[in-house]
């Protein structure tokens, strides 16, 4: 299914600003699509709320995306910058019938994307996508509106306290930052507002970085792709907490009182045993992706908990919780998905739960969230030309070698990138050397057959 898109990827669609397809004609054929696509026969009108981060090229995207979803007699309701998590919350509490959010993630700001959500506030499925893309493709000039049924734009001047206000909603009752000072980082993103002010709101003293957006320093050095600077940070001021967002707060690391960094998958293992003993975790089990740490899972079956896991990409991790009815999952990168109080990831409810953890047990940081001890794991990219190596027939060959060689004390993922002609190749066990010998193995096997 997904070999025929050709503009959505894993997370929307995503490009180089004013390059195909990040460009204003397929934006504004996007909106038209998606608007027809939603748009029912009933005779009420249709919304959409449209959100986006700093980017300089947010507001060209913007603009296109408002001209297709107007010419399909949409109404739109303008955001500005704000978190991912925030436009699908918005989405639901205004019955909106899509969501769109602007935002290339944490890549740099001369990347943007588009990533929609239905009235449910969850991602597209593969299926509607493909539908809208065909859509596309077709000339839709005959089912546009007729003049008197355009569609009207408008701003919604309290998206942001409504956002700050369902965020707060998510840390217990009675619970409070008091005296605490925090370091947050919102790498120069969409919630260099929202994301301190709730914090203070709840009685933390701030320190911020990462929260002076100029459209064009989003993620520059900042964020959660590169938490030393919160590291950093975390000393300096000697605080006793960090959080690092990226360009649109779908996702969190942090930064413990001491300046090291625990990971989503730390963080995931925090919230399955937290929530396993206050009695809030829905069944056994939690959802990760295939890169999540074996530590993580050996650290839950030890609790009595299974990790699924599925392939890279939050909108797996939510497909399968809902599958199953889990209400917690996440990724090693920092999406940490909470369907308890959010549709998608949610970094700023994510970092609150983790606080109310240490708050509750009166503990610092550096002792709450180190639940596991992680086992040795080596990611090494290789780059190939031509056919994708891995639809190699040999290529089970390789696997069942190294299978042989970690001989149950560890694992073997292979997988293809989704936007560059790259393999990953990662492999984790108990023991250093093992990883590494079993990498360079791999590695090796994998470029002979790409020269096949």
Known sequence: ??????????????????????????????GQAAGLYFRSNSHRRHNVVLGKDTRLSGYMIECALVA?????????????????????????????????????????????????????????????????????????????????????????????GRYIENAKASFPRGLRLDGLKIVVDCAHGSAYRVAPKALW??????????????????????????????????????ADFGIALDGDADRLLIVDETGA?????????????????????????????????????????ANGLTLQRTAVGDRYVVERMREIGANLGGEQSGHMVLS??????????????????CVEKKKPASEVCRVFTPYPQRLQNLRYAGTNPLHHPEVNGIRARA???????????????????????????EDQALVDMVVE?????????AKV
Not at 441 to 449: D, F, V
């Open 441 to 449: 193995q791999t590695c090796e096997a994998i470029a002979a057959l």
């Open 201 to 238: 709101e709840l009685g933390a003293e701030i320190v911020r970085i990462g929260c002076d957006p100029d459209g064009v320093n989003i993620n520059d050095g900042v964020g959660s792709t590169h938490p030393e600077t919160l590291s950093q940070a975390v000393r300096e001021h000697a």
């Open 1 to 30: 299914m997904a070999s025929k898109r050709k503009f959505f990827g894993t997370d929307g669609i995503r490009g180089k600003a004013n390059t195909s397809p990040m460009t204003v004609e397929i934006a504004q054929k996007l």
């Open 68 to 160: 297709g979803f107007l010419s399909a007699g949409m109404d739109v309701t303008l955001v500005g910058p704000l978190p991912t998590p925030a436009i699908a919350m918005l989405t639901r509490s205004l019955r909106a019938d899509v969501g769109v959010m602007i935002s290339a993630s944490h890549n740099p700001f001369t990347d943007n994307g588009i990533k929609l959500f239905g009235p449910d506030g969850f991602k597209l499925s593969d299926e509607a996508e493909i539908e809208i893309e065909t859509m596309m493709g077709q000339d839709l000039t005959d089912r546009l509106a007729a003049p008197e049924d355009v569609g009207r734009a408008s701003r919604l001047n309290d998206a942001a």
């Open 403 to 429: 299978d042989e060689q970690l001989a149950g004390r560890g694992r073997l993922v292979l997988r293809a990138s989704g936007t560059e002609p790259l393999i990953r190749v990662m492999v984790e066990a």
């Open 340 to 357: 308890d109080y959010a549709t998608t990831g949610d970094g700023l409810v994510a970092a609150l739960q983790v606080l109310a953890v």
């Open 261 to 301: 960094v625990v990971d989503g998958d730390q963080i995931l293992g925090l919230m399955a045993l937290s929530w396993k003993e206050t009695g809030r975790l829905a069944g056994s089990s939690v959802v990760a992706t295939v890169m999540s740490n074996l530590g993580l899972e050996k650290a839950l079956e």
